[in-house]
Every structure is written in structure tokens, then in C-alpha cells.
């Protein structure tokens, strides 16, 4: 969506005191807190009870908040703020296999991950960074000697060439140049009894200033855990590992 040249973006609407999109009503959202916030209700409970309910609204011709848990979940994950929710798929070894194949190799690995694309749209939604945001490349040179300076990561060379680029396309002009960045480190995240290890993958976008990256206010966040194969006994089976990795976690 482009604006007209000169023109400046609407101000963010505040929302109106009975507006609880997604939920209907209040009814529904202090439901909704209630079984999954404050008592942390189990699935077949929340079923149970909500059949219960429904059964002393069958003589009014009503229903309860939600038909089930299916419903309950499917409302909070289209709560359109806070986090994004996670999906998984997984991934097997498929290529040349040795005489004595290693367990890794017949394994399947989850990888969970959360969409990038609306994890970027929450960044570049949030009103906290309207002061601490670049929305074009930038070249700074200081009042002393003229000497070039850098600072956040729009300053730099590659955001600048990588702009210069993107505008030999007519269609693109207007836009803004939004740079995803992800990382990930060493450290491992085991999950329910530790038989499976994750690495955290991190993303960011470029236009942030380097300050709120580094208060973790929102523009740093989890994006997937990559799931680890577990140490070969074999140092031959290791490069063969580290392929398969780097595939699979690349591939989506």
C-alpha cells in the first residue's frame, strides 16, 4: 500500500472499550483467561465443562462461549497482538546410506517455528520504535574532519547498496527496504525429558536502532528451534551429519 506523495500515515486508531477482537464479547475473553491463563485447564476438561454448560443452554436456544478446545485455541491464536503462534514439520535423512547406518538416519526431527513474515509485520507495527527506526539507508559523516561514522545497521554499506539495487525497479519505488536478520548460537534448549536438543534461531530487522535490539523490547525474537541430531560415536559420520543439518534447516 502506498501513500500519496506529501502525505503522512493515519495516526493508530485506539480501539473502543467493547472491542475484544477476536472474542466476541468480554464473556468469551475472561473465559478464554480463565481456562488457559488462570487455572490452566487440560483440553478434556475444558471439553467436559464446556459440555456441561452447553447442556443448561439447550432450553434457551444458546450455546456456551466456545464449542470445544479446538475452538477455545483456535480463538487465542488469531488474537491479532502478542506472540505469533508456532507450527512444527519434520525432517528425515534421505540421502546415501553406509553398509551399518547410524540411528540419527532413521530418525525424525521437529523443527518448530514461528511465521517470519508476521513476526516482521508485529515489528514493524509497534508504535514503541516510531523514534527509533530508519526507513531508508543513511551515510553520516561527523562535523569534525568529515570522517564517516557508523552506528545502527541502516549506517552501513551493504544496507545502502543492497538499496541502491532493490530501486532499479520501478515497482519498488516507495517501499522501504526492510532487512531481516537471524542468528542463532550455541546454546541448546532441551525439551520435556532432554532426549531432544534444540538451537534457538533469533530474527531481527535491520531498521531498529541498535539500542532496542539490545533491550529485547519485542525487536529481537524467536523465530524456530532446529532440531540437533545427536553426537555420532563415528567422526566419519560427522560431515555426513553436519550436511543434513544444514540442509534441513535451510530448506524451509
Same mark, same amino acid.
Given at each position: 500500500?502506498?501513500? /500519496? /506523495?506529501?502525505?503522512?500515515?493515519?495516526? +493508530?486508531?485506539?480501539?473502543?472499550?467493547?472491542?475484544?477482537?477476536?472474542?466476541?464479547?468480554?464473556?468469551?475473553?475472561?473465559?478464554?483467561?480463565?481456562?488457559?491463563?488462570?487455572?490452566?485447564?487440560?483440553?478434556?476438561?475444558?471439553?467436559?465443562?464446556?459440555?456441561?454448560?452447553?447442556?443448561?443452554?439447550? *432450553?434457551?436456544? &444458546?450455546?456456551?462461549?466456545?464449542?470445544? @478446545?479446538? &475452538?477455545?485455541?483456535?480463538?487465542?491464536?488469531?488474537?491479532?497482538?502478542?506472540?505469533?503462534?508456532?507450527?512444527?514439520?519434520?525432517?528425515? @535423512?534421505?540421502?546415501?546410506? /553406509?553398509?551399518?547406518?547410524?540411528?540419527?538416519?532413521?530418525?525424525?526431527?521437529?523443527?518448530?517455528?514461528?511465521?517470519?513474515?508476521?513476526?516482521?509485520?508485529?515489528?514493524?507495527?509497534?508504535?514503541?520504535?516510531?523514534?527509533?527506526?530508519?526507513?531508508?539507508?543513511?551515510?553520516?559523516?561527523?562535523?569534525?574532519? &568529515?570522517?564517516?561514522?557508523?552506528?545502527?545497521?541502516?549506517?552501513?554499506?551493504?544496507?545502502?547498496?543492497?538499496?541502491?539495487?532493490?530501486?532499479?525497479?520501478?515497482?519498488?519505488?516507495?517501499?522501504?527496504?526492510?532487512?531481516?536478520?537471524?542468528?542463532?548460537?550455541?546454546?541448546?534448549?532441551?525439551?520435556?525429558?532432554?532426549?531432544?536438543?534444540? @538451537?534457538? +534461531?533469533?530474527?531481527?530487522?535491520?531498521?531498529?536502532?541498535?539500542?532496542?535490539?539490545?533491550?529485547?523490547?519485542?525487536? +529481537?525474537?524467536?523465530?524456530?528451534?532446529?532440531?540437533?541430531? *545427536?553426537?555420532?560415536?563415528?567422526?566419519?559420520?560427522?560431515?555426513?551429519?553436519?550436511? %543434513?543439518?544444514? %540442509?534441513?534447516?535451510?530448506?524451509?
Amino acid at each position: 500500500m502506498f501513500l /500519496p /506523495p506529501g502525505s503522512v500515515p493515519e495516526p +493508530l486508531s485506539e480501539k473502543t472499550p467493547d472491542d475484544w477482537t477476536p472474542f466476541r464479547n468480554r464473556t468469551e475473553f475472561e473465559t478464554a483467561e480463565f481456562f488457559f491463563i488462570e487455572n490452566q485447564t487440560p483440553a478434556t476438561q475444558i471439553n467436559r465443562l464446556l459440555d456441561l454448560w452447553a447442556s443448561t443452554l439447550t *432450553k434457551h436456544n &444458546d450455546r456456551p462461549p466456545f464449542a470445544d @478446545y479446538r &475452538d477455545l485455541y483456535k480463538t487465542i491464536d488469531n488474537i491479532p497482538v502478542g506472540d505469533v503462534k508456532w507450527q512444527s514439520f519434520s525432517a528425515q @535423512y534421505t540421502g546415501a546410506r /553406509p553398509d551399518v547406518a547410524p540411528p540419527w538416519m532413521d530418525q525424525t526431527f521437529d523443527v518448530w517455528y514461528r511465521d517470519p513474515h508476521q513476526v516482521v509485520r508485529n515489528m514493524l507495527g509497534n508504535p514503541d520504535y516510531v523514534q527509533e527506526f530508519d526507513y531508508r539507508p543513511y551515510r553520516e559523516f561527523s562535523t569534525d574532519g &568529515d570522517v564517516r561514522q557508523w552506528k545502527d545497521f541502516m549506517s552501513g554499506d551493504w544496507a545502502w547498496n543492497q538499496a541502491d539495487l532493490i530501486a532499479t525497479d520501478p515497482e519498488t519505488h516507495g517501499s522501504t527496504f526492510v532487512p531481516v536478520v537471524l542468528g542463532s548460537d550455541k546454546t541448546t534448549v532441551s525439551v520435556a525429558t532432554g532426549n531432544n536438543e534444540y @538451537y534457538p +534461531l533469533y530474527a531481527s530487522i535491520g531498521n531498529v536502532h541498535n539500542n532496542v535490539r539490545r533491550a529485547h523490547r519485542e525487536a +529481537l525474537a524467536i523465530v524456530g528451534f532446529l532440531a540437533i541430531p *545427536k553426537k555420532p560415536h563415528s567422526h566419519l559420520a560427522l560431515p555426513v551429519i553436519l550436511m %543434513f543439518v544444514s %540442509f534441513f534447516h535451510i530448506a524451509d
